[in-house]
């Protein structure tokens, strides 16, 4: 591309050198510059992406993009903040791929990637072929990815709306998190619909205040050409007071006879996903075959049946509200006892680790804290900050803690497996090993048939 125009598109303060006549990709990382690249010299929490525009150059950049003049011999557009500009030249580069792509974002706290994943099922009833941006899974084309990132910086967003149009997506399905949408990655974006599912307590490391938080989910809707809120959430009575053409929904019972998925929290999100569904105009057939079409979603209430005679459930929810949600429903499946294991991760939000040990202690028969992803922390100190003045056990190895839950089931009983979901490892401050609750929860339960 002819850097005029992304020159134009960044509307930079100041450029300084000589301008080479083509741009032919973009970075924000060094490791991923080629030659004839412009490079984006983010300022980050841990980095600072000036102090790598040397190995950027020497990798081919073209030019920089900086919040300040370097002392190197390149050309440099210099802007107020690099992230806020980034977007611009990005949607410019790529063709602004959501002109022509009908995309679906799902934001709130929990609920986004079951709602994902039965809207994708919804538009493939509908003979649509829809492309996927997931925490689990990325689906492009017939290909699908691992992701990294829940929401894509935007850089590589924008080129995955291209590359899904080229692979013949003709619509795509986005979790978009309200760290994305503070740090700018879905300026830009054209958005068909927006859904909101609901908002808990998570992620105030990053924002600070739950008002923060509900600001980045906010600012989203102003991208949305539809509007689907859950009422039955505060905040989404919020949004659809201020947003007066949003569709509002909340648990109903008209969609229950389609929907597979065990939990008043289930229809809830079959619910928003209709409402999307519907506003681009997908028939109640299609919507009903789509939702009855998924009978799970990995790590998310996910059965583990050994032909037990209790209920093992692996469940993501690693913030409070999601725990209280996975608690009441597993108490509404049995009138035996609810074991519950959970830990809380590291290097992330510390103010709701008592307030998850305070919901397992009062719905759960029983509750083993143990660890999560502890990263950087110590993973003791961590669990006590959990299990302060409650009456909870406290089991390290979380596979020991998954065993004992297991090995003290009765019949009746349900076993909830909290924090990890479909991940299949668990980061230390040196490492990450290989861990999936739902193989070690497998496991235990083989062990208790097999004879001493």
């Known amino acids: 591309m002819k850097l005029e125009r992304l020159i134009a598109a960044l509307g930079p303060t100041e450029v300084v050198g000589r301008a080479p006549l083509e741009i032919r990709e973009l970075a924000y990382d060094s490791h991923e510059?080629?030659?004839?690249?412009?490079?984006?010299?983010?300022?980050?929490?841990?980095?600072?992406?000036?102090?790598?525009?040397?190995?950027?150059?020497?990798?081919?950049?073209?030019?920089?993009?900086?919040?300040?003049?370097?002392?190197?011999?390149?050309?440099?557009?210099?802007?107020?903040?690099?992230?806020?500009?980034?977007?611009?030249?990005?949607?410019?580069?790529?063709?602004?791929?959501?002109?022509?792509?009908?995309?679906?974002?799902?934001t709130g706290t929990s609920g986004k990637t079951t709602t994902a994943f039965l809207l994708r099922s919804i538009f493939e009833a509908a003979g649509r072929n829809p492309g996927l941006l997931s925490s689990i899974e990325r689906r492009v084309g017939n290909e699908v990815r691992t992701p990294t990132l829940n929401t894509p910086e935007a850089i590589d967003l924008q080129r995955l709306f291209r590359e899904m149009i080229t692979a013949g997506n003709d619509v795509c399905v986005l979790e978009a998190t309200s760290i994305a949408s503070a740090k700018g990655r879905l300026d830009g974006t054209r958005f068909a619909v927006l859904i909101f599912t609901n908002l808990s307590q998570d992620h105030l490391?990053?924002?600070?205040?739950?008002?923060?938080?509900?600001?980045?989910?906010?600012?989203?809707?102003?991208q949305g050409r539809h509007v689907v809120v859950n009422v039955g959430d505060a905040h989404g009575r919020r949004l659809a007071d201020e947003f007066p053409q949003a569709i509002a929904f909340e648990a109903g019972d008209e969609l229950a006879a389609h929907v597979k998925l065990p939990g008043r929290f289930n229809l809830e999100?079959?619910?928003?996903?209709?409402a999307a569904a519907r506003a681009l105009g997908v028939d109640s057939a299609a919507i009903h075959a789509g939702l009855a079409a998924v009978r799970g979603v990995p790590g998310?209430?996910?059965?583990?049946?050994?032909?037990?005679?209790?209920?093992?459930?692996?469940?993501?929810?690693?913030?409070?509200?999601?725990?209280?949600?996975?608690?009441?429903?597993?108490?509404?499946?049995?009138?035996?006892?609810?074991?519950c294991v959970f830990g809380a991760g590291g290097d992330r939000d510390r103010e709701k680790?008592?307030?998850?040990?305070?919901?397992?202690?009062?719905?759960?028969?029983v509750a083993i804290v143990t660890s999560d992803n502890p990263r950087s922390e110590d993973p003791a100190a961590i669990a006590a900050e959990v299990a302060e003045g409650l009456d909870v056990d406290v089991e390290l190895d979380r596979r020991a803690a998954i065993e004992r839950a297991i090995e003290s089931a009765a019949a009746g009983d349900v076993v909830v497996i909290a924090g990890k979901g479909h991940e299949q490892g668990q980061e230390f401050a040196d490492r990450t090993i290989p861990f999936d609750d739902r193989e070690v929860a497998r496991a235990a339960l083989r062990n208790l048939k097999t004879p001493a």
Not at 78 to 106: I, K
Not at 207 to 221: I, N, V
Not at 269 to 274: I, K, P, S, T, V
């Open 33 to 106: 510059v080629v030659p004839g690249a412009l490079f984006f010299c983010i300022p980050g929490a841990k980095a600072d992406g000036h102090d790598f525009a040397g190995a950027a150059l020497a990798a081919g950049a073209a030019a920089l993009v900086v919040e300040r003049r370097l002392e190197v011999d390149a050309l440099q557009l210099v802007v107020p903040r690099v992230r806020e500009a980034m977007p611009r030249a990005v949607v410019e580069f790529f063709g602004d791929p959501t002109r022509e792509l009908e995309v679906v974002g799902v």
């Open 205 to 222: 490391d990053f924002h600070g205040t739950m008002e923060e938080y509900f600001e980045a989910k906010r600012r989203l809707f102003a």
């Open 269 to 274: 999100n079959a619910l928003g996903a209709a």
């Open 300 to 339: 998310r209430f996910e059965p583990v049946d050994e032909g037990q005679p209790f209920t093992v459930i692996v469940d993501y929810s690693h913030k409070p509200g999601a725990l209280e949600t996975v608690l009441r429903e597993a108490r509404a499946l049995t009138g035996g006892r609810v074991l």
């Open 353 to 365: 680790r008592p307030l998850m040990g305070r919901v397992a202690a009062e719905l759960a028969d």
